[in-house]
């Protein structure tokens, strides 16, 4: 606290060093930032048109061993052949399901005792295996009348080389599978890091010499290094854009000359092997994605489709300028931190209160890596399209923006008029689950703060016989496990055997069926919860009255207080402290309190009790939308911030007395 | 220095663990299971046997009891990662929905011959079988059958007709005892109705048709049985027909082995397969099965030994102990060719109960049906809306969701 | 002066009547649990009523007492299976979180209270934040992290530091609340007489604290005793299971054992009562009160 006192003092800061350090870190980072996306790209690219011309080879290969017979000698005739054309395949091999034998193989490994056709070996069962995964993916495909799974299969090996396969069909069912193994292709240069380099370094000496100009006019500074930074982002950027474009016109060229040559490659092993030759060979629908579907980038005639070509240059720059964007203004931001002080402010602060940082910080971390890391991760999820099916996929596969909050935040159809006028609500959408959030979060928590409370007033009451008998009783709904004791309080409610409908009885009041109507399903889970949680509220009130100091009451009994006026005038402003933040966690938990409804009200009757939570939960778990199930809790999550800001605002919470 | 002694006994101690294990290099076969009480213990038999008879290999089974609550949660985090088991015992309804998320299940076509395959009763290896593979082999099979108070059913009917003639008889609804108890209004236990008419839950495809014509039937009559003839009590959760059945107020009640450990001491009971339905032409009433497999994982690291572990564990010496001593209904069907498991009454009672059972679908997507299945289940019962018009929107609903799931 | 309390109090029999009234309310769905746990038998009990049940009938059918009373219930759960195990897994895990959790919040709430430094209200609403995002995708994540990352699975102290962080946001909170209620003479006092920080920490906040110290320690017991999901998923050897995960055994699935679950429950609530017990003369000692203005 009284560490200032200490510090030696400050020189006045240098601007023309901090905006040489800021430029340099920012262009520094951006130019990093940008080589490794290149790098990427490059590398990325290189690997997609390998996948694209192997694609095309395992396509040609497959159509021929199809037209071989899938079994038998031609199949080995054919595969031969075919290997002798393509020295670039390292094995192929052709397995037929029945019987699982290795109908082919051209893998050193096979000849002498191990050649095809044999049975396959125990360890050659990921083969078959893969061979089965192909065979499902078509057939669920074609029944789902979808593209969902990958009929051809793709898996890059530890040196490189890529493995490929590809189903083999007989009269329409997939009865086997021919896999090659490609040889390493050759290694893709990196981008030149000198280049980059020079886009750090040139802007950085630029700044030196002309800031020995300026001096250390901090506007004109600044305006220079934001100006040099912009050219450097936009300099390295251009020029990744059309090395792209370039490798990206190369690759469709290749393509295309690939196609025509598999076919005419293809053809004559037919023609050779006096296979059938109807109907004719379609070259360019081999260039296809692994749902077999054709790019079309390469027409039936063997030429490229420009426009096509166009398209796809087209996102690749949209591609660059979002990334340009994004990694243009992170540095920007740094630079102008840097530039314009707020590093020095940083350390400054830091050092100043460190006594306060460090008795901070180790719950801090502790918060920083098991709650606020899967935070990022559900939010980030909350942006995708993941599904069971997908749960492999890399995020910027399945990234479809705000697709999922449009969804469920623009579904207004709460309520629709029945033909003979009535009001019948959707209780599966979003706003009536809120309003029924709401109304439990509302109710619960009076309840809990209402009932907690009173106890603890009485129970503080001086001179009370028996107060630690009631005060253990007391607390017992919140020792006792919550699983067994929602079972009961549900058991309370039954129709016929529940105690409830028997008191009611008792009483000459006729039966209800409290799970057949919303409200009075609401109310048993409300009876449930409400029972569950004033315990706690009363524990914190029974605590928070100690802070209040006795020679307060006595002071305004003197002065003729009434009893009601004691406890709004001091009991109550003295709780605040300790209350509010009770309140506002209580809200916070009831909010998400998943446990009670799902073991009272399950929801019932058609799902009109479910509260957010229990919706998130099932469109996780019941419907494997996983994607969509993050979007539902950031939404819930979004609100309770809203919540907690406006209250601490209102209650000032963080503050001190 | 004062490190060297403690040093050189380390060192000493390595020596003789590398010397101590030479030629046996330890494969170690996690199993996770979700047994317990008699259950567990038989497995921990087998698991004994097995380890013993395979010491000279190096192969040692150790198991975990996993709570079934968070046994799924629990395969779904670990085993994707590397952490899992080598061998998990789950029954079939998550299955297709680890497949489909893939890195979780080993498909088995390869390993398993001929002889291996026919040792099972053939639906519960259907229920290992998703899309054309299978993936598990069948451990045994839970299915609900009838359970009758024998001091109040002397005996037990054989068709709907003398069952409701039998309930009507002992039912007193005002003073809570019933003909027959179970739990109608869960979708589980109503598809023994619903198979039995020829229901179904899905066509090829898989396509949902919760509306099927036989479904709406199938659920009138459930309609007739509760409203017309009052045999059934109202809100019938599983813990009320336990309780209503130990107090001997629920003569009849559909249930499967899981009730017998709850049955209380006093009350004399029988098995006997579900009725036949004269409303459905004499066709038997056909209960959904859960089968319990044995998988392989996908990340084990001795896949051979683990499925060799699956097939000794689902062979007939296995069965034997899992039946007798475990109280298990197991897959395999020399089993109750035993003479000691062939008189025991519950045993072939279930085995019996199983010829007509349908195994319940694996598919991911039936996780979607449940909900708007039990919204639909409860909205008839309480005569909300008729069996057609909830079926209708339940199918709407499963339809919606699929649609979610699937779309690109 | 305390003399005094008296005159002016409330008569005390309403009160009692209140109190009553609310024990029943609280105790007697526990009551049922007892019910269920010295039955013997695996089911519910459920009203036993005649066809034309009197009022006498009805009220003898709500009055929670089991026909038999046996605890063959509560052995088969302590014999069957490594239950005092388990329960000592529980004790070790939730102390440790509580030693853990109210440390690391006392020091934490201790500087959001006493301080005042750039980020102070961010990083309260950030503890207040945590607590916000809904945990029903979080366990994979959170496996991830844990095991993967942290190589803590099948750790007592991977659990702990969970459970840890899964409390510290309300005991952050709620000792910061009671923080700023205790004046700040008090410490501006021993400043002047020379102590540091940390023994005006030691020495006078924290024993004025006690109420609040005792509240929050009470509430990471709790989240640490209770939890299931984590416990089961994280913890890969059945000896290194704590209570609740053992008591997840007897249902599930199909089969409902509630007996046996009742007859589990209560041996799980008898610590928890027994901490408050211990707990409960510092949460209604009026320490402040003396100390203070004295």
Redesign the interface.
Same mark, same amino acid.
């Given at each position: 606290m009284s560490a200032r006192a200490g510090d030696a003092p400050e020189r006045p800061p240098s601007h023309r060093l901090r905006f040489a350090v800021g430029l340099l870190v920012a262009s520094a980072l951006a130019v990093g930032v940008g080589y490794r996306l290149l790098d990427g790209a490059l590398a990325q690219g290189a690997r997609s048109a390998e996948d694209r011309r192997a694609n095309v080879a395992i396509r040609a290969l497959a159509e021929v061993v199809d037209r071989a017979g899938v079994t038998g000698d031609a199949v080995r005739a054919a595969v031969a052949a075919w290997a002798k054309d393509h020295p670039q395949q390292a094995a192929i091999k052709v397995v037929a399901f029945d019987g699982l034998s290795l109908e082919a193989s051209t893998d050193p490994a096979d000849t002498g005792d191990e050649a095809a056709p044999r049975r396959l070996r125990r360890e050659e069962k990921d083969l078959y295996d893969r061979g089965q995964r192909l065979r499902a993916a078509v057939e669920t495909n074609r029944a789902e009348g979808a593209s969902r799974k990958d009929e051809v299969e793709r898996a890059r090996l530890a040196d490189g080389s890529l493995s490929i396969a590809a189903p083999l069909e007989k009269d329409g069912a997939v009865v086997g599978l021919v896999q090659v193994q490609r040889r390493p292709p050759p290694p893709v240069k990196p981008p030149s890091w000198l280049t980059a380099l020079s886009y750090v370094a040139v802007p950085v000496a630029v700044f030196l010499l002309a800031g020995l100009v300026v001096g250390e006019r901090r506007a004109v500074l600044g305006v220079l290094a934001v100006v040099l930074l912009a050219g450097t982002v936009w300099g390295y950027g251009a020029q990744s854009a059309a090395k792209l474009e370039r490798g990206r016109r190369a690759v469709e060229e290749g393509i295309a000359g690939i196609v025509r040559d598999e076919g005419a490659k293809a053809s004559a092993i037919l023609a050779s092997l006096s296979l059938p030759a109807e109907p004719p060979l379609d070259p360019a629908r081999w260039d296809a994605d692994a749902f077999r579907r054709p790019y079309g980038v390469v027409r039936s005639d063997g030429s490229v489709d420009e426009a096509k070509v166009a398209a796809s240059a087209a996102r690749d720059r949209t591609a660059v300028r979002n990334a340009l964007l994004l990694v243009g203004g992170v540095s920007l931001a740094v630079l102008l931190f840097v530039g314009l002080g707020g590093a020095s402010a940083f350390v400054r602060t830091v050092r100043t209160n460190r006594v306060a940082y460090t008795y901070v910080l180790p719950a801090m971390a502790g918060m920083v890596v098991l709650v606020f890391f899967p935070f990022l991760y559900g939010i980030a999820i909350s942006f995708t399209d993941s599904t069971i099916y997908n749960t492999n996929a890399p995020l910027t596969d399945i990234w479809v923006g705000f697709k999922n909050y449009v969804s469920i935040l623009s579904d207004f159809h709460v309520a629709t008029r029945d033909a003979d006028g009535t009001l019948v609500f959707n209780y599966l959408n979003f706003y009536w689950t809120l309003w029924v959030t709401v109304a439990w979060t509302v109710t619960n928590v009076t309840i809990g703060v209402t009932v907690g409370l009173f106890l603890a007033l009485v129970l503080n009451t001086k001179g009370l016989a028996l107060k630690p008998v009631y005060r253990v009783l007391l607390i017992l709904p919140w020792a006792m496990p919550n699983y067994i004791t929602a079972l009961i309080w549900k058991g309370m409610f039954h129709q016929q055997f529940g105690v409830v409908n028997q008191v009611i009885q008792i009483f000459g009041g006729s039966p209800v069926s409290w799970f057949e109507t919303p409200f009075t399903s609401f109310l048993t889970a409300l009876a449930t919860n409400g029972w569950l949680s004033f315990p706690f509220m009363m524990v914190v009130s029974l605590g928070a009255l100690q802070s209040i100091p006795s020679d307060l009451y006595e002071a305004a009994r003197v002065d003729g207080a009434s009893r009601w006026q004691q406890f709004t005038g001091i009991t109550l402003p003295s709780l605040k402290p300790a209350l509010v933040p009770a309140i506002i966690l209580s809200v916070v938990w009831t909010f998400n309190m998943f446990n009670i409804i799902y073991l009272v009200t399950q929801g019932e009757p058609g799902g009109s009790t479910e509260i957010l939570i229990t919706q998130a939960y099932k469109f996780a778990f019941e419907k494997y939308r996983y994607g969509y199930a993050a979007a539902y809790s950031t939404v819930i999550f979004g609100i309770l911030v809203v919540y907690g800001t406006f209250q601490n605002r209102v209650t000032r919470a963080t503050e001190g007395i | 220095m004062k490190l060297t002694p403690r040093l050189s006994l380390a060192a000493v101690a390595a020596l003789a663990a590398s010397l101590a294990a030479p030629a046996l290099a330890q494969k170690e076969i996690v199993v996770w299971h979700a047994y317990r009480a008699e259950e567990k213990a038989a497995l921990e038999k087998v698991v004994a046997a097995y380890n013993q008879a395979n010491a000279a290999k190096g192969i040692k089974v150790t198991t975990l009891a996993v709570p079934y609550d968070a046994f799924a949660d629990k395969i779904t985090a670990a085993v994707p990662r590397g952490k899992g088991p080598d061998v998990f015992i789950y029954a079939q309804d998550r299955l297709g929905g680890w497949i489909e998320a893939g890195n979780t299940v080993e498909p088995i076509d390869f390993f398993l011959d001929k002889a291996t395959k026919d040792r099972f009763i053939p639906t519960t290896m259907e229920a290992m079988t998703y899309r054309g593979t299978v993936w598990g082999l069948p451990l045994d099979y839970k299915v609900i059958t009838m359970i009758y108070n024998k001091k109040l059913v002397p005996v037990p009917p054989k068709t709907s007709k003398e069952l409701v003639a039998v309930a009507r008889k002992l039912t007193d609804k005002k003073a809570g005892r019933f003909g027959l108890a179970y739990s109608y209004s869960d979708y589980y236990y109503h598809a023994a109705l619903q198979n039995g008419f020829g229901g179904r839950v899905f066509d090829p495809g898989p396509k949902p048709v919760l509306n099927a014509p036989e479904n709406v039937k199938a659920m009138e009559l459930l309609m007739r049985w509760l409203d017309t003839d009052g045999i059934l009590p109202a809100e019938p959760s599983t813990a009320l027909i336990t309780s209503l059945f130990n107090d001997g107020r629920a003569a009849i009640v559909f249930s499967g082995p899981w009730f017998l450990g709850e049955i209380a001491k006093g009350i004399d009971y029988a098995l006997a397969p579900l009725p036949t339905l004269d409303e459905a032409g004499g066709k038997p009433m056909r209960p959904w099965m859960t089968v319990e497999g044995v998988f392989v994982t996908a990340q084990s690291k001795n896949k051979d030994a683990a499925y060799d572990f699956a097939k000794v564990l689902t062979d007939t010496p296995a069965a034997r102990v899992m039946a007798l001593e475990g109280r298990q209904t197991p897959a395999n069907k020399a089993v109750y060719d035993d003479p000691a498991v062939a008189k025991d009454p519950i045993l072939s009672a279930f085995r019996k109960q199983v010829e007509v059972a349908i195994p319940m679908p694996n598919l991911p997507e039936m996780t979607m049906v449940w909900s708007p299945a039990t919204t639909a289940m409860n909205t008839i019962v309480k005569k909300s809306a008729t069996p057609k018009a909830a079926l209708d929107a339940a199918e709407k609903a499963v339809l919606r969701d699929v649609a979610g799931l699937r779309k690109r | 002066?305390?003399s005094?309390?008296?005159e002016?109090?409330?008569p005390?029999l309403p009160?009692?009547l209140?109190?009553v009234l #609310?024990?029943l309310?609280?105790?007697y769905? !526990?009551l049922?649990?007892f019910t269920i746990a010295l039955s013997?038998?695996?089911?519910?009990? @459920?009203?036993?009523?005649?066809?034309?049940?009197t009022?006498w009938d009805?009220?003898r059918?709500?009055v929670p007492w089991p026909k038999t009373v046996t605890l063959s219930n509560f052995t088969s759960v302590v014999t069957?299976?490594p239950f005092a195990q388990w329960m000592l897994n529980s004790a070790i895990v939730a102390i440790l979180t509580t030693i853990v959790g109210v440390f690391?919040?006392c &020091?934490?709430a $201790?500087?959001?209270?006493r /301080?005042r430094?750039?980020g102070?209200?961010a990083?309260?609403?950030?503890?207040? !934040?945590?607590? *916000? /995002?809904?945990?029903?995708?979080?366990? @994979?994540?959170? $496996?991830?992290?844990? !095991?993967?990352w942290?190589n803590l699975?099948s750790s007592r102290i991977g659990l702990i530091?969970?459970y840890?962080?899964t409390a510290?946001?309300?005991c952050?909170? *709620?000792l910061?609340? $009671?923080f700023?209620?205790?004046p700040k003479e008090l410490e501006e006092a021993a400043v002047i007489d020379g102590a540091t920080?940390s023994t005006i920490f030691w020495r006078i906040v924290l024993p004025l604290a006690k109420?609040?110290v #005792?509240?929050t320690a009470?509430?990471s017991f *709790?989240t640490g005793w209770?939890e299931?999901?984590i416990a089961?998923?994280v913890m890969?050897?059945?000896t290194m299971y704590t209570a609740?995960?053992g008591?997840?055994? /007897?249902?599930?699935? +199909?089969?409902?054992?509630?007996g046996y679950?009742?007859a589990g429950? @209560?041996i799980?609530?008898i610590p928890?009562?027994a901490l +408050?017990?211990f707990l409960?003369k510092y949460?209604?000692?009026?320490? &402040? #009160?003396g100390s203070?203005?004295g």
């Open positions: - | - | 002066m305390r005094r309390a008296g002016d109090e409330f005390h009160l009692h209140v109190l #609310a024990t309310v609280a105790v769905p !526990v049922w649990v013997g038998q695996q089911s519910l009990a @459920i009203a036993d009523l005649p066809s034309d049940p009022v009805r009220l059918a709500i069957d299976q690391l919040a &020091t934490a $201790y500087a959001f209270a /301080f430094f750039p102070r209200q990083g309260m609403m950030s503890f207040l !934040v945590s607590q *916000m /995002f809904p945990g029903t995708l979080m366990l @994979i994540p959170l $496996y991830i992290i844990l !095991v993967k942290l699975g530091l969970v840890a962080t510290i946001p309300f952050v909170w *709620m910061k609340g $009671y700023d209620t205790i920080p109420p609040a #005792a509240v009470l509430f *709790m209770n299931f999901i089961a998923t890969d050897k059945e609740p995960v008591l997840r055994f /007897f249902v599930g699935g +199909f089969s409902q054992q509630w679950f009742a429950a @209560i799980v609530s928890v009562v +408050f017990l409960q949460l209604v000692s009026g320490l &402040t #009160a203070v203005k």
